[in-house]
């Protein structure tokens, strides 16, 4: 069987600009807490790590996608919770379910333990969108799924990129 | 000659498929050694081949001449007689239709062909050979990279050195390149290809010759590359770069004209697609195209250009506008990468067809519909965005209109300027009557854009075109019509300003067209003499009248220093005169009245932005700056008027900052700091009773920075010249112990019982003199002569035991600047460096730290408070020997060692006998500074011992430093007894390692690892050693990331990781978190035999680490889990199991 691309031509978005860091403040308070959220800006947060996920199927990150932008994302340090909501490309995507995996694997390798995460396909984008959700937020099958090596080669090809 | 076995040994090693590449290439440098050498020739080394190069088993062919090829490559320079070259090239010729053993021929062509000179060069006939061969048997694209690459290395090679003979082949050679370019994608060969068009196309200059058949062709092929875009990802190791993989295409593109009707289209039609690449490629194509197609073939694209270069100017969406808080330049866009570009090649259209271009312009249909509808713009913050945007276009481009050609401006100005003057409701006539409603924004910002363009084009054409043909051109008759009322109206928007009604962005342009009008070179300027005066006056009443408005002031200031700074450059001495009595003689005289309506720093900013636009402006104000610093001074010490001691150390601070840099700056200017230096000095003489002040220490440290900095850019004469004087006051000063010091004996009195007051009981007038003559001191030259440095050593000698830093730095200075031997030894007062270390070291600083706390045996009978006294004069003692032993080390004396071997003496004093009275903390308070001096000693000083202060400085002196001390510290951390000896050891070793040059340290790594790990571990218990901690973690990671040092790294991983892990937590400060996770992320490299063990350990404190309250810290621990983890999967796939299992615990 010739497995073709799912969405063979996705379009492209521009990426919303970077701002540099501000440079390190001089009368810094060395016990200040900088708690994590996005409030201050997208990009100044660590969260800006899981926009730079390679696409499974493109050379471009799920931003370039639109898959996440920086309204899907809610975070809540003090309770520690975090949610993600992504919009596959196409309705019909089967990478949805690795996608939500790689997200899920960026998070845990980045957030400390004490925090939930709660990863979702957005309502109305997927055609079996519960049955994602279901699979993404189910520890044993995620478990299940990162002992298998050809999906979390994957994972980790999609990852390479976000820890530049 | 070598025997014929050993030769054939060393080919069959290279032929053999079971060789490694080291072999073989052993073998072909074997090879080539022995013809270089004439042991063998390469005749019989080819009969030896013979089987090798002929067989019919392609793999052996193959091997065979490949040998032969790569060791033509290796003989270049050896002289070969011409048959053998001859044959030899026949050879590879007729090699290049074996597909099979392609890959050596093309080595050996190429090898043949780029010899030089005369060690036998291919024949003109067989290069022509080659070509055909070549032409005839090679399929370029269905080679492999690297002989693609070899074959465009070729045909380059024979373009370039045989161009005379490739030239008739045209029939063939052109459709042959055209053809072994067709498909190619790799960088590296478009890069040799795009380059092969470009000498091809040379080779035919003749338009109608050969070459115009196939110009489509050959674009065809080109074309399909541009816009140049990788898609490799980020990590392929590519030596081209993407710049200039475009550039060559770029210079292929223009290499002739007969491509222009192919190429401009092409560009055109890029131009207007969406892609931001595309674009700004594109115009930079047309930049560099125009020029090389020339301006008659570009004429027919004029109009489609200008109508693409227009849409992009007007509407380039990335061009935004800055925000109000942001804006510096009034109304400035920040212009997008796009729209830079699109100027650029306006003007370029500029310089070709200026006549047609404008002739467009002037009947652009957008452009006019902008400046007629300007009256709507009558104020800034009204103005849509989009319109905004627009108004900055059309600026643009009448900025450059004006600034091409003489021509395009006067049709500029007759198309475009009545109908601004209409909008700003002016008339030829100084009519007053318009000055009752604000001006018009829109108008008057294209009027400067105008203006601002006549006056480029005047500074540029001012070399080659007199003063007449401009004056009579019609633009210029239309300026200086209006240009009296234009005045009016640009002065006329900074009035009103003061009732807040106009916008910045008003105030800029007002300003701006004043500078403007201003700065017309002079000998041809529209404005006459009285209205540049009173434009000038007009500047000049806003920079000391109006402070209020800041924006205003700063605006107004600038154009006064760029008027400045243009009327210093050119010859016009009436410009120059009005100038100076009406801006220079104004703020002259303002800082010489005691005017307090404008505080005093913007009095300091004006005179350093003016001033330093010509010598004889600052002159003037230095005069001014000088009596107010006298008079504030006076009034310090007289009144201890703390409204003048304020006034007083920003005058200090101006004169080092900006004043005296500037002087130094131009040169040949050391009086003036003579002069302050002395002037200072005179004015201390003068005042006998200083009036304390609380706030004196602030004034005195400028004081004495203003005082070195002088000091030490005079001539070392002039020095001499201060320091007598200095002295001569210091002697008069009678409650100073000067006379006293004089007399061998009684100064040794004098020491032992001033040392015992402390710095309080020094009136202030003394400390004054003392600190400023020790500023002096250390700035001298080694030139300068001292006269009496006997006194002055023991006067800071002295001085130095009661805690006066200064005075130390002064005794380190003198020390390290006194002459080794005086050769006439009759004068009495002259003093070598010998006699002084002598001095030192029978006087009380040297006895009191060889004497060690608990054997001061006068202490020992009296109460407490003498023994904490005599504690801190041994603290003293200790810091001020420190500054000496700087001074000895930095030129290299071989008595630094008897002054280590006495610091580290101190800092190890046994003081465990409880019987003293005094508290464990005092006795530390020694020992700490006998372990800070090894900082003193090994870091760098800003206030002496530099090269700005003109220190002795033997290269390596911190070397030498680290390789005494480190042996002896290294021998007594083994020897040492008790925890707090041990602490104090590690200090100084810490401060002596973190000092020294990183490459020193690195080359001792084995021996300093266990050491850093160790005074990590000790010195993180304590918070106040925070800076330490991170300066050793500092040097521990630059020996970890130096590669050669990794086997050492690598037998102490266990110790360094179970210390970064501790320290990853270390709570005191960010960066040592930050640095130790970074550590780690490097220590994952090591091979994982060694790091493996201490996995789990890492991975779980990094879990901690990622709720780390700081950001940067949590991103370090990400980076380095990754590492981590990525690392354990590749070698050990079946262990994710438990790790994930600890990761998945929480979903």
């Known amino acids: 069987?010739?497995?073709?691309?799912?969405?063979?031509?996705?379009?492209?978005?521009?990426?919303?600009?970077?701002?540099?860091?501000?440079?390190?403040?001089?009368?810094?308070?060395?016990?200040?807490?900088?708690?994590?959220?996005?409030?201050?800006?997208?990009?100044?947060t660590f969260l800006h790590h899981i926009r730079d996920i390679k696409d499974p199927e493109h050379p471009y990150s799920l931003e370039d996608l639109k898959v996440i932008t920086e309204d899907a994302?809610?975070?809540?340090?003090?309770?520690?919770?975090?949610?993600?909501?992504?919009?596959?490309?196409?309705?019909?995507?089967?990478?949805?379910?690795?996608?939500g995996l790689c997200l899920r694997v960026k998070l845990m390798r980045s957030l400390p333990s004490r925090y939930k995460v709660d990863i979702r396909v957005a309502p109305g984008t997927h055609a079996t969108e519960a049955a994602v959700n279901k699979q993404l937020n189910d520890k044993e099958r995620v478990a299940a799924a990162l002992e298998n090596p050809n999906l979390v080669g994957m994972v980790d090809d999609c990852l390479a990129p976000s820890f530049e | 000659?070598?025997?014929?076995?050993?030769?054939?040994?060393?080919?069959?090693?290279?032929?053999?498929?079971?060789?490694?590449?080291?072999?073989?290439?052993?073998?072909?440098?074997?090879?080539?050694?022995?013809?270089?050498?004439?042991?063998?020739?390469?005749?019989?080394?080819?009969?030896?081949?013979?089987?090798?190069?002929?067989?019919?088993?392609?793999?052996?062919?193959?091997?065979?001449?490949?040998?032969?090829?790569?060791?033509?490559?290796?003989?270049?320079?050896?002289?070969?007689?011409?048959?053998?070259?001859?044959?030899?090239?026949?050879?590879?010729?007729?090699?290049?239709?074996?597909?099979?053993?392609?890959?050596?021929?093309?080595?050996?062509?190429?090898?043949?062909?780029?010899?030089?000179?005369?060690?036998?060069?291919?024949?003109?006939?067989?290069?022509?050979?080659?070509?055909?061969s070549y032409l005839q048997n090679v399929q370029v694209q269905s080679l492999r990279q690297s002989d693609r690459?070899?074959?465009?290395?070729?045909?380059?090679?024979?373009?370039?050195?045989?161009?005379?003979?490739?030239?008739?082949?045209?029939?063939?050679?052109?459709?042959?390149?055209?053809?072994?370019?067709?498909?190619?994608?790799?960088?590296?060969?478009?890069?040799?290809?795009?380059?092969?068009?470009?000498?091809?196309?040379?080779?035919?200059?003749?338009?109608?010759?050969?070459?115009?058949?196939?110009?489509?062709?050959?674009?065809?092929?080109?074309?399909?590359?541009?816009?140049?875009?990788?898609?490799?990802?980020?990590?392929?190791?590519?030596?081209?770069?993407?710049?200039?993989?475009?550039?060559?295409?770029?210079?292929?593109?223009?290499?002739?004209?007969?491509?222009?009707?192919?190429?401009?289209?092409?560009l055109l039609e890029k131009l207007s697609s969406s892609l931001p690449l595309a674009k700004v490629e594109s115009l930079k194509y047309l930049s560099y195209c125009s020029d090389k197609y020339g301006a008659a073939r570009m004429a027919k694209h004029v109009k489609v250009i200008w109508s693409a270069l227009k849409d992009i100017i007007y509407t380039s969406p990335e061009s935004v506008l800055l925000l109000e808080s942001e804006i510096v330049d009034g109304m400035s866009f920040q212009e997008s990468h796009t729209v830079t570009e699109a100027l650029i090649l306006l003007q370029k259209v500029f310089c070709q067809n200026s006549d047609l271009l404008i002739d467009l312009i002037v009947i652009d249909e957008d452009i006019k519909k902008t400046v007629d509808s300007i009256y709507q713009f009558k104020e800034y913050t009204g103005i849509p965005l989009a319109d905004k945007q627009r108004l900055h276009a059309v600026g643009s481009i009448l900025y450059f209109s004006a600034k091409s050609s003489i021509g395009s401006c006067n049709r500029v100005f007759e198309a475009f300027f009545p109908c601004l003057i209409n909008a700003l409701g002016i008339s030829a006539e100084n009519s007053v009557a318009l000055l009752s409603s604000p001006c018009n924004f829109g108008a008057t910002y294209l009027c400067v854009e105008l203006l601002a363009g006549c006056r480029a084009l005047v500074v540029r054409t001012k070399g080659n075109a007199t003063s007449n043909v401009i004056v009579q051109e019609a633009w210029c008759d239309i300026l200086c019509t209006y240009s009296t009322s234009l005045t009016k109206l640009f002065s006329f928007t900074l009035i009103t300003g003061v009732d807040g009604s106009t916008q910045n962005a008003c105030l800029h342009s007002g300003v701006k067209g004043l500078q403007i009008l201003a700065t017309f070179p002079g000998d041809f300027s529209p404005i006459s003499k009285s209205v540049y005066e009173s434009i000038l006056l007009k500047l000049i009443s806003v920079v000391t009248g109006n402070c209020k408005d800041a924006f205003l002031w700063k605006l107004a200031l600038k154009a006064l220093v760029e008027v400045g700074s243009f009327v210093d450059k050119s010859e016009d001495t009436e410009?120059?005169?009005?100038?100076?009595?009406?801006?220079?003689?104004?703020?002259?005289?303002?800082?010489?009245?005691?005017?307090?309506?404008?505080?005093?720093?913007?009095?300091?900013?004006?005179?350093?932005?003016?001033?330093?636009?010509?010598?004889?402006?600052?002159?003037?104000?230095?005069?001014?700056?000088?009596?107010?610093?006298?008079?504030?001074?006076?009034?310090?010490?007289?009144?201890?008027?703390?409204?003048?001691?304020?006034?007083?150390?920003?005058?200090?601070?101006?004169?080092?900052?900006?004043?005296?840099?500037w002087f130094d700056s131009i040169g040949g200017q050391e009086e003036v700091q003579f002069h302050f230096a002395l002037t200072i000095w005179g004015q201390i003489g003068n005042i006998l009773s200083f009036c304390a002040s609380s706030q004196e220490q602030k004034l005195l440290s400028a004081a004495m920075t203003a005082m070195q900095y002088a000091v030490g850019r005079c001539l070392a004469e002039n020095q001499t010249v201060i320091i007598d004087r200095a002295f001569g006051i210091l002697l008069s000063t009678t409650s100073l112990p000067i006379n006293d010091l004089m007399d061998e004996i009684t100064s040794v009195k004098v020491e032992g019982y001033k040392s015992n007051d402390d710095l309080g009981c020094m009136s202030c007038r003394e400390k004054w003199i003392i600190s400023l003559f020790a500023s002096v001191v250390a700035a001298l030259r080694p030139q300068a002569h001292i006269a009496n440095v006997k006194v002055i050593l023991r006067l800071f000698l002295t001085t130095q035991l009661s805690g006066h830093v200064p005075s130390a730095q002064a005794l380190g200075s003198i020390i390290n600047?006194?002459?080794?031997?005086?050769?006439?030894?009759?004068?009495?007062?002259?003093?070598?460096?010998?006699?002084?270390?002598?001095?030192?070291?029978?006087?009380?600083?040297?006895?009191?730290?060889?004497?060690?706390?608990?054997?001061?045996?006068?202490?020992?009978?009296?109460?407490?408070?003498?023994?904490?006294?005599?504690?801190?004069?041994?603290?003293?003692?200790?810091?001020?020997?420190?500054?000496?032993?700087?001074?000895?080390?930095?030129?290299?004396?071989?008595?630094?060692?008897?002054?280590?071997?006495?610091?580290?003496?101190?800092?190890?004093?046994?003081?465990?006998?409880?019987?003293l009275p005094c508290t464990e903390q005092e006795f530390l308070c020694v020992m700490r500074s006998a372990a800070d001096a090894f900082h003193i000693l090994v870091s760098d000083s800003e206030a002496c011992l530099n090269k700005r202060l003109h220190a002795t400085i033997r290269p390596l002196y911190k070397q030498r430093l680290f390789s005494i001390v480190l042996p002896i510290i290294l021998s007594l951390i083994s020897k040492a007894d008790s925890s707090i000896q041990r602490a104090m050891l590690y200090r100084a070793f810490a401060n002596v390692v973190s000092g020294t040059p990183l490459s020193a340290v690195l080359s001792e790594a084995k021996k300093l690892i266990p050491i850093l790990v160790d005074s990590l571990f000790v010195l993180s218990e304590d918070i106040l050693n925070k800076d330490i901690v991170y300066c050793i973690l500092l040097v521990l990671s630059g020996i970890m990331t130096d590669k050669k040092r990794s086997e050492v790294v690598e037998e102490n991983a266990h110790i360094i990781v179970r210390r970064l892990i501790a320290l990853m937590s270390y709570p005191h400060m960010m960066v040592i978190r930050e640095t130790a996770i970074q550590c780690?992320?490097?220590?994952?490299?090591?091979?994982?035999?060694?790091?493996?063990?201490?996995?789990?350990?890492?991975?779980?404190?990094?879990?901690?680490?990622l709720d780390d309250p700081k950001r940067a810290v949590r991103l370090e621990a990400v980076k380095c889990r990754q590492a981590c983890v990525s690392y354990m999967e590749f070698i050990y796939p079946q262990l994710p199991r438990v790790h994930i299992a600890i990761q998945s615990r929480h979903i």
């Not at chain 2, 080779?203 to 875009?229: K, M, Q, R, V």
């Open chain 1, 1 to 44: 069987m010739v497995v073709g691309l799912i969405n063979a031509n996705p379009v492209v978005y521009e990426k919303k600009e970077r701002r540099p860091r501000t440079g390190p403040v001089v009368l810094e308070d060395e016990y200040a807490v900088e708690s994590i959220d996005h409030l201050v800006n997208f990009s100044l």
């Open chain 1, 73 to 99: 994302i809610e975070v809540d340090d003090k309770r520690s919770y975090v949610r993600v909501t992504f919009t596959p490309t196409v309705e019909h995507c089967s990478m949805a379910t690795v996608i």
């Open chain 2, 1 to 132: 000659m070598a025997d014929s076995t050993h030769c054939v040994k060393l080919i069959e090693s290279f032929v053999d498929s079971s060789s490694t590449p080291a072999q073989q290439a052993a073998s072909i440098d074997a090879i080539a050694a022995l013809v270089k050498n004439d042991m063998l020739t390469l005749e019989s080394l080819v009969r030896e081949m013979a089987m090798y190069l002929t067989t019919t088993d392609s793999f052996l062919r193959a091997r065979g001449t490949l040998l032969l090829g790569e060791l033509l490559a290796c003989l270049a320079s050896k002289p070969l007689e011409s048959e053998t070259v001859l044959s030899l090239i026949g050879f590879f010729t007729e090699r290049l239709a074996d597909w099979k053993a392609l890959h050596g021929a093309l080595i050996g062509c190429l090898a043949l062909l780029r010899r030089k000179g005369n060690v036998g060069v291919v024949s003109s006939s067989k290069a022509l050979a080659v070509a055909q």
């Open chain 2, 149 to 266: 690459k070899l074959c465009f290395e070729l045909l380059g090679c024979l373009l370039e050195r045989y161009p005379d003979d490739i030239v008739h082949l045209d029939d063939v050679l052109i459709p042959g390149i055209c053809e072994s370019i067709d498909g190619e994608k790799d960088p590296e060969c478009l890069m040799l290809a795009f380059h092969i068009v470009e000498v091809l196309v040379h080779l035919y200059p003749d338009p109608t010759g050969p070459l115009a058949s196939f110009a489509t062709d050959l674009f065809e092929n080109l074309s399909c590359y541009f816009p140049i875009h990788f898609t490799h990802p980020k990590g392929e190791d590519i030596d081209v770069k993407k710049e200039e993989l475009s550039r060559t295409l770029m210079v292929a593109f223009a290499s002739t004209p007969l491509f222009e009707p192919f190429a401009i289209p092409l």
């Open chain 2, 575 to 661: 410009k120059a005169q009005s100038f100076n009595a009406i801006v220079v003689d104004k703020i002259a005289s303002f800082m010489l009245c005691d005017d307090l309506s404008m505080p005093l720093p913007l009095k300091l900013e004006i005179i350093s932005s003016i001033g330093t636009t010509g010598l004889s402006y600052m002159q003037k104000f230095l005069q001014g700056l000088e009596c107010s610093l006298l008079a504030s001074l006076s009034g310090v010490y007289v009144r201890g008027d703390p409204e003048n001691l304020e006034i007083a150390t920003s005058l200090l601070e101006c004169y080092s900052c900006d004043v005296l840099p």
């Open chain 2, 817 to 915: 600047k006194l002459p080794v031997k005086v050769e006439n030894m009759d004068a009495s007062n002259v003093f070598s460096l010998e006699d002084a270390i002598d001095l030192i070291f029978s006087s009380r600083v040297w006895s009191l730290c060889n004497e060690g706390p608990t054997n001061c045996s006068v202490a020992r009978n009296n109460n407490e408070t003498s023994i904490r006294n005599n504690l801190l004069i041994q603290s003293h003692a200790i810091e001020g020997l420190a500054w000496i032993g700087k001074g000895l080390l930095m030129r290299g004396h071989e008595k630094v060692k008897d002054l280590i071997v006495t610091l580290l003496s101190c800092l190890l004093s046994n003081h465990s006998e409880g019987s």
């Open chain 2, 1080 to 1105: 780690l992320t490097a220590m994952s490299e090591l091979p994982h035999a060694r790091i493996y063990p201490m996995r789990t350990q890492v991975l779980l404190s990094l879990l901690k680490t």
